[in-house]
């Protein structure tokens, strides 16, 4: 079992999390396709716990690699920006026809693009091990939470198609900003 704790290993326990965390973002896909939303969430919500401790083992085993980094922001990319845009896209867009159909997948799009952005700059930026005291801009976890809001609010009647795409759009542009975010 020693591999489990050596760098060089692209199966090491870290990237194992990491792994476990893009199973359940598939999973997550495959329950927003049945229109089965609560389920989508658990395993959301299970692929963000495994993304917490991804990183954080791979600090403490000194596990952090190249292979580890970029895994981990594909992890990121189908987790906390195609899942909660598709759970948004099934449950909030569906019923949608015409010109405001073309505006949401337009919204959709955008945010997309927003967090492939933020995550490709965060690879570009990031050093093997290294963790800084803020994010710049917000990260694509917190994205998909406030994702995840915009949702529940939605679903209860809060409030209504346009403020949602209006929050997409105000959240994709969150992700490249200069606003400062603690880090964890």
């Given amino acids: 079992m020693q591999f489990l ?15 476990v965390n893009i199973a359940s973002g598939l999973i997550a896909v495959y329950f927003i396709s049945q229109n089965n939303f609560f389920n989508a969430i658990i395993f959301a919500w ?6 917490i401790f991804d990183g954080k083992i791979a600090r403490k085993y000194g596990l952090s690699n190249a292979f580890g980094i970029q895994l981990d922001s594909f992890a990121d990319f189908l987790s906390f920006v195609l899942v909660p845009v598709f759970l948004i896209f099934q449950a909030v867009y569906a019923d ?20 492939l952005r933020r995550l490709i700059q ?57 606003v ?3 880090h964890p």
């Fill in 46 to 51: 299970i692929g963000g716990a495994f993304d």
């Fill in 122 to 178: 965060f690879n570009i930026d990031a050093e093997e091990g290294e963790v800084s005291k803020f994010f710049t801009g917000v990260p694509t976890p917190l994205g998909a939470i406030l994702l995840w809001l915009v949702y529940l609010a939605s679903a209860y009647g809060i409030v209504g198609t346009f403020v949602v795409m209006g929050m997409m759009l105000l959240i994709g542009w969150l992700l490249n900003s200069k």
């Fill in 96 to 115: 949608l026809q015409g010109v405001p159909l073309l505006l949401a997948a337009a919204v959709s799009i955008y945010y997309v693009i927003s967090g």
């Fill in 180 to 182: 400062k975010v603690p």
């Fill in 5 to 19: 704790y050596r760098a060089e290993n692209h199966f090491n326990l870290a990237n194992l999390f990491t792994m």
